[in-house]
């Protein structure tokens, strides 16, 4: 994964990063490899990048080198990438995913290392000639390299989501696929089962995770099909046609003797000392798992919801604001079912949803004081995921305060139960199950306003008398 680290300058140049720029508007002299050009390294970006180390419980370096890859860019200016190989900021870490059968699995994290992004080749501007916008050229990227331990493309997705949200909560990466803020390499090999590895095929530069998952599923049935056939696999790089579905080759793959890596002369060996990394562990804000296990701990609330919550930075800012005013687990099945399948269903995002934490808030309470029923609720809900009206205000103009009055409880169930003699003999002869009918029937007839835990009371009390 090459994930773009969040800083206002490069790597190695005081050079914007801003998106969006205009063509080559972002390029300094050593962006642009002029001569005699030396690189100045961005002590935030090693910041960064020991930051994201420590939240993925992995080992930080006290020293990292940078070295020359030689591999020719035609949107590098140098004709080389300065990148680290021999010895990174930081190794060995380890990731917890979330399975769909509510299982987990660690996922291994090999290293992570700094290099400088490339520039970006434009070949559909001229039927003749290749155009090169080198504001990218020089970006600080942490390239975060896995072991082999994905057994599925399910797997590799939910890593790359839970990936992406770790990175979000420290402020490291925007993870912005779409920018081009967070790209995927996959390596995919198939084997029969028993036998080593496979001859792996690396598939590059993927913008989604959708595209991920639909390029490994691809990928592994194309090279299935190539050894059932009596066939060999060759190692190659090969590019992921999203409108067609498929894998393409690209070239063949470069081994690490072709790069010739050795350390970059112009660039000091980085050293950081056990006060710095203590410093930086410090200022870390509490991650997306430790929410999850403090949601199902302290708030009672299902796995499921709690993996949805603790997700995404905002949306456990939205759910932790409602749930400071009303029952934690209630709002929990609010947002996670509710709110969030309307947002699912309209395709928007929280950020531009009307209906903010406290008028949610607004919405439970008068639920929990028993002003509406959960289904009356629901209709409220509707309309002000429609409006971004109040719930009191929708519920006062369309007179749908839930009835708690006793009396009037039982006048109604009298007569449904006088409308009803013959099941209620039948529910006295045995058929309990028919208390359900009785309930149902009332709270149709009532439009859904009575007091559900009245009216069952009221109903049993009727019912069981003899």
Not at 71 to 82: N, R, T, V
Not at 122 to 141: K, V
Request: aromatic share 8%; glycine share 6%.
């Amino acid at each position: 994964i090459h994930a773009q680290v969040s800083t206002k300058s490069k790597l190695f140049s005081g050079a914007s990063t801003k998106y969006g720029g205009s063509p080559n508007s972002q390029v300094s002299l050593v962006d642009a490899a002029l001569p005699g050009m030396l690189p100045v390294l961005n002590k935030y970006c090693i910041e960064q990048a020991v930051k994201t180390g420590l939240a993925l419980d992995a080992h930080i370096n006290k020293r990292s080198v940078f070295d020359r890859k030689h591999y020719f860019y035609a949107d590098l200016p140098q004709g080389y990438q300065i990148s680290q190989f021999h010895e990174p900021i930081v190794e060995k870490g380890t990731l917890e995913i979330d399975l769909s059968d509510d299982s987990t699995k660690i996922i291994n994290i090999n290293r992570i290392h700094l290099e400088q992004d490339a520039g970006k080749s434009f070949h559909d501007q001229s039927p003749t000639e290749t155009f090169i916008d080198l504001n990218r050229c020089g970006i600080a990227l942490m390239e975060i390299v896995t072991d082999p331990d994905f057994r599925s493309s399910e797997e590799a997705g939910e890593f790359l989501k839970k990936l992406r949200s770790i990175l979000r909560y420290l402020g490291t990466c925007d993870g912005d696929m779409e920018k081009g803020s967070l790209r995927c390499d996959a390596n995919v090999s198939v084997r029969k089962y028993g036998d080593p590895f496979g001859t792996r095929c690396e598939i590059k530069n993927l913008n989604s995770i959708k595209n991920v998952m639909q390029a490994i599923e691809f990928e592994a049935k194309r090279q299935i099909e190539i050894i059932e056939q009596g066939d060999k696999i060759n190692q190659e790089t090969r590019l992921f046609d999203a409108a067609k579905g498929v894998t393409r080759s690209l070239r063949s793959k470069e081994s690490v003797e072709d790069y010739r890596y050795f350390p970059d002369p112009d660039l000091l060996p980085v050293e950081i000392s056990d006060e710095y990394i203590a410093k930086i562990k410090a200022t870390l804000p509490e991650l997306p798992d430790h929410k999850k296990h403090r949601y199902m701990d302290e708030f009672k609330v299902p796995h499921d919801s709690a993996v949805i919550l603790s997700g995404d930075k905002e949306v456990a800012s939205y759910f932790e604001e409602v749930a400071k005013e009303v029952t934690p687990k209630l709002a929990a099945n609010w947002i996670a079912v509710e709110l969030f399948g309307r947002l699912n269903k309209t395709s928007q995002t929280l950020k531009n949803c009307k209906v903010t934490a406290k008028k949610l808030v607004g919405l439970i309470q008068q639920i929990e004081n028993g002003i509406i029923s959960g289904k009356i609720a629901k209709e409220v809900f509707d309309e002000m995921f429609e409006t971004g009206a109040d719930a009191e205000k929708i519920i006062k103009d369309k007179g749908m305060e839930q009835v708690s009055d006793q009396s009037s409880i039982e006048k109604l169930i009298d007569q449904i139960l006088a409308e009803n003699q013959d099941k209620v003999s039948e529910y006295k002869s045995g058929k309990e199950k028919l208390f359900g009918f009785f309930v149902g029937q009332v709270m149709k007839a009532s439009g859904g306003k009575m007091n559900p835990q009245l009216v069952n009371e009221v109903l049993k009390s009727k019912l069981n008398s003899k």
